[in-house]
């Protein structure tokens, strides 16, 4: 029973202090608690030793409830004899009440914080990450043990390191907000995960502790816009191709007609006797001319004005085909070229001239790069199969291709090289010929660190199945007379076919337009009539119809 209490014990208990000394302890205590006080009370009676700092809940005499931090003590008399208890309390509701609205409210913004659908995190003045949400942590594949103590910018791609610096030192030091930062994180596996950034200063009265971030995961939009670019580029590539396609034509009809006398008649002349040196100046003329036509029918299947001619293909003999062509400009650039060609290699069905093309093409770009660079270089060739195709990759030692220009390279005219060193069209015809075939051609490159051109082609059939060609019996033809009518508007192209004609000894008629000839086929009967496509007036084609 209670024998003495001070006025603050009452004033706390609401009770008088006669009212006091007539009651047990245990009535202002709470019943859930009488238990543990107890406890209490004999654990100080056993060892003689003060306790304090505990808590236990009190009721007063209007039946509210609050809060005790006790001290309970021996109470002994001049003998040191225990004759009681002596002990203390205050009342501590409000701090508790306090404190459990800070709990509530802790554990409030952890939910909002970690349940949050964007990333939340925060670092220290130094960089260091001090908290990241479930969110982030999830996005990153890493957990908080990994991730929280560590620099921010361990978790920044490379490239975008020193921006993220210089936008984390503004807002450290000049307290700015930014909520313009996109930026590549890297997951654990290692992929690019791609966020939009908003970062604003932590502060601890007027000093700056910190950094709090917000992070929007936006790697979808990224991809989605990706592709996109992708298809724009694709269907500004084949317009672009379509219009260069249609000025290839064109120019190639105007250089074929006269080329085609040029030829002619050359061969006309090497079937003479000739001096020798008037022999080999003819000889040359029919060679470059030659050339000029294999450039022409490259402009023609460029436009899609020619059929390629199809036919099971090795791309191992033509890569080594296309080096022995190359060999010698290779040498005396100093190129080494190394070879790695898969001797299991399936088969694809192509056309030689039109995939040899394609590769010169692409050895006589990384020559020129490596020469320009530092006169000379190495080439790697490689032949592969993966699952579905054939790859082939040109890997050079060059100067590299700057990033921007990554997508532009296939583009028609486009090109980094001074005036009068290149076109810009030979890439965009490469391109266009793999994809006539089905295929795929891309380049890899960092600036400074080389470039790879890797053409992809569909496997057609393997090696082993490949039918066995069977030799055809010759044949004879028959020798026959006949008349012929030739229609053309390019005079060089008329005479050359008629003189070549009358030689096989056939009977051959002339003209230079589609109308005459029209009259004369109504007059006369032809076994052959060779007929120009495109000339003033009514065309070859109109004049076949009727």
Same mark, same amino acid.
């Given at each position: 029973n209670m024998t003495f209490a001070n006025d603050a014990t009452c004033r706390t208990l609401g009770y008088t202090h006669e009212e006091l000394m007539e009651m047990n302890y245990r009535v202002f205590i709470a019943e859930e608690h009488r238990e543990t006080l107890y406890h209490s009370f004999n654990t100080v009676y056993q060892t003689g030793k003060m306790l304090k700092g505990v808590s236990y809940d009190i009721v007063r005499k209007n039946g509210s409830r609050g809060t005790g931090e006790f001290a309970i003590s021996l109470r002994r008399n001049e003998r040191g004899e225990t004759i009681g208890f002596r002990w203390s309390f205050r009342d501590i509701t409000e701090r508790k009440k306090a404190e459990e609205a800070l709990r509530r409210s802790e554990q409030k913004y952890q939910e909002l914080v970690e349940g949050a659908s964007v990333g939340i995190g925060t670092a220290d003045a130094h960089g260091l990450i001090t908290f990241v949400n479930q969110t982030l942590r999830q996005a990153l594949g890493y957990s908080e043990e990994e991730i929280e103590g560590k620099p921010v910018m361990d978790f920044v791609h490379p490239d975008d390191r020193p921006r993220m610096t210089r936008g984390f030192i503004d807002v450290v030091r000049d307290g700015k907000t930014r909520d313009d930062f996109e930026f590549r994180a890297i997951h654990k596996d290692g992929h690019a995960v791609h966020f939009q950034l908003g970062v604003t200063q932590l502060k601890e009265g007027e000093q700056t502790t910190g950094t709090i971030s917000v992070l929007t995961d936006v790697t979808e939009r990224v991809r989605a816009e990706e592709e996109r670019k992708e298809l724009e580029f694709k269907a500004q590539m084949a317009s672009r191709l379509a219009t260069v396609g249609e000025m290839a034509a064109g120019i190639a009809h105007?250089?074929?007609?006269?080329?085609?006398?040029?030829?002619?008649?050359? #061969?006309?002349?090497? +079937?003479?006797?000739?001096?020798?040196?008037?022999?080999?100046?003819?000889?040359?003329?029919?060679?470059? !001319?030659?050339?000029?036509?294999?450039?022409?029918?490259?402009?023609?299947?460029?436009?899609? #004005?020619?059929?390629? +001619?199809?036919?099971?293909?090795?791309?191992?003999?033509?890569?080594?085909?296309?080096?022995?062509?190359? !060999?010698?400009?290779l040498k005396t650039s100093n190129i080494k070229v190394t070879t790695q060609l898969d001797p299991d290699l399936p088969i694809t069905v192509g056309d030689g001239g039109q995939l040899q093309q394609v590769f010169l093409n692409l050895i006589i770009n990384a020559e020129a790069e490596m020469k320009a660079a530092h006169g000379k270089g190495k080439l790697l060739i490689k032949t592969e199969k993966t699952k579905d195709n054939i790859r082939i990759s040109f890997k050079d030692d060059g100067p590299g291709i700057a990033r921007e220009n990554l997508e532009k390279i296939f583009n028609p005219f486009f090109t980094t090289r001074q005036v009068g060193e290149g076109t810009g069209l030979g890439l965009s015809i490469c391109y266009g010929i793999v994809t006539e075939h089905g295929g795929k051609i891309w380049a890899e490159s960092k600036a400074g660190k080389g470039a790879t051109f890797i053409v992809e082609l569909p496997?057609?059939?393997?090696?082993?199945?490949?039918?066995?060609?069977?030799?055809?019996?010759?044949?004879?033809?028959?020798?026959?007379?006949?008349r012929i009518l030739v229609v053309d508007d390019e005079a060089t192209v008329r005479e050359l076919l008629k003189r070549t004609l009358e030689e096989e000894g056939h009977e051959v008629e002339?003209?230079?337009?589609?109308?005459?000839?029209?009259?004369?086929?109504?007059?006369?009967?032809?076994?052959?009539?060779?007929?120009?496509?495109?000339?003033?007036?009514?065309?070859g084609t109109e004049l076949y119809r009727r």
């Open positions: 105007e250089i074929n007609n006269p080329l085609t006398g040029v030829i002619g008649y050359a #061969q006309f002349l090497m +079937q003479e006797e000739l001096p020798d040196r008037v022999k080999k100046d003819v000889e040359m003329i029919n060679e470059g !001319a030659q050339r000029v036509a294999g450039i022409v029918k490259r402009l023609l299947a460029f436009a899609r #004005q020619t059929k390629p +001619q199809r036919d099971f293909v090795n791309i191992n003999d033509i890569i080594s085909t296309t080096l022995d062509l190359r !060999a010698y400009h496997i057609i059939i393997e090696p082993e199945q490949l039918p066995l060609a069977e030799t055809p019996e010759p044949e004879t033809p028959a020798a026959s007379k006949a002339c003209v230079d337009n589609a109308e005459d000839a029209l009259e004369l086929v109504q007059k006369k009967r032809y076994r052959l009539i060779l007929l120009d496509i495109k000339m003033p007036g009514m065309s």
